[in-house]
């Protein structure tokens, strides 16, 4: 027998081993995801167990389950003693930004972010998020097609160079969700909205994931939403920008406070209302590289 048959069976995607994913069910993630209560709750006071860390995470992101009164989940955390320092993010944790964008998605109602906590745990205070297992079969959202594209159905983010001289024009879908996550991040001010950090559910939702570096005080916003830059905001869009700056100003600015600086949840008003007034997505900015590269 040699060594090879040894290995344990690796995750592709996160180089785990097979046996450290346990219950990762898609129709089971999606279902608990939409029970934010139940959730939450099973998030906050569940017995975390570490399983392993996520190999092609930037900063220490353990994969774990959580258990109370016989319900498992798994989930993310993402202790606060693994964050690497960010000279631009020099306030806060990346793990109050989880939780506050998070608060944020909730109080939109367009629940795109998995049920986040803060949380002691293990390895110290960090969030906690429900793991989100992808639904192996939901559509791409983003593909790269001729350079005089788009297809129809899909909207142009970029033209690129993909090796020996060719080029393709990246693109995502025309996509109610995707739109109303390009909103999210302009709320949030997103500096990294890349392929990779939204998942498709099996009950198709989408969910963002990965918001360590959102919030900040200077506009960053750098996704690869950029199909409806410019054009009038969808019209469910106004009613929820309109409630969540009443929000802001009441119970959810309560609840983000312990999370941002004053002057990060000044510029979060400012943001938004700038947003409602304007009634547009935002354009990408000469200052600031607008696209995640690589995208995914
Ligand atoms: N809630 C979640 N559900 C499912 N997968 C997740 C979730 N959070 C993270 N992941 C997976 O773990 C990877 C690393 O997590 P991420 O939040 O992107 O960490 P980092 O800040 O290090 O980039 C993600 O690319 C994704 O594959
Ligand atoms: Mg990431």
């Known amino acids: 027998m040699d ?6 069976e690796q995750d592709q995607e996160h180089g785990l081993p097979e046996e450290a994913l346990p219950g990762t069910d ?10 934010p209560a139940t959730a ?9 167990e570490i399983h392993g860390r996520l190999t092609d995470a930037s900063n220490a ?7 109370l009164d016989g319900l498992t989940a ?7 003693a693994g964050e690497r320092p960010l000279w631009d993010f020099p306030d806060g944790t990346l793990a109050g930004r989880e939780v506050a964008a998070y608060e944020i998605a909730a109080a939109t109602g367009w629940a795109l972010v998995p049920p986040t906590v803060l949380r002691g745990g293990p ?11 992808p639904d192996p079969e939901a559509p791409e959202l983003l593909a790269l097609q001729d350079p005089a594209g788009p297809e129809d159905g899909w909207l142009p983010i970029v033209r690129a160079e993909v090796g020996e001289g060719r080029v393709a024009l990246l693109v995502h879908r025309d996509d109610r969700r995707l739109r109303r996550l390009a909103v999210l991040d302009a709320v949030l001010n997103n500096a990294d909205r890349k392929g990779g950090h939204w998942i498709g559910a099996a009950d198709g939702r989408i969910y963002g994931i990965d918001h360590g570096v959102t919030l900040n005080t200077e506009d960053k916003l750098r996704t690869l939403l950029w199909g409806w830059a410019d054009q009038p905001l969808p019209d469910e869009a106004q009613p929820v920008l309109k409630a969540l700056l009443a929000d802001l100003d009441g119970p959810l600015g309560a609840r983000l406070a312990p999370h941002l600086t004053a002057a990060e949840l000044d510029a979060l008003r400012a943001r938004t209302a700038r947003l409602a007034g304007t009634g547009r997505h935002p354009l990408p900015s000469a200052d600031w590289p607008s696209i995640p590269w690589p995208p995914v």
Request: hydrophobic residues 50%; aromatic residues 6%; negative net charge.
């Open 3 to 8: 060594a090879a048959e040894h290995e344990p």
């Open 26 to 35: 898609p129709a089971a993630s999606a279902a608990l995801a939409a029970d």
């Open 40 to 48: 939450l709750a099973l998030l906050r006071e569940g017995e975390l």
């Open 61 to 67: 992101v353990l994969y774990c389950t959580v258990t």
């Open 74 to 80: 798994p989930c993310v955390y993402k202790p606060v």
């Open 123 to 133: 390895a110290g205070p960090g969030m906690v998020q429900l793991w989100i297992e």
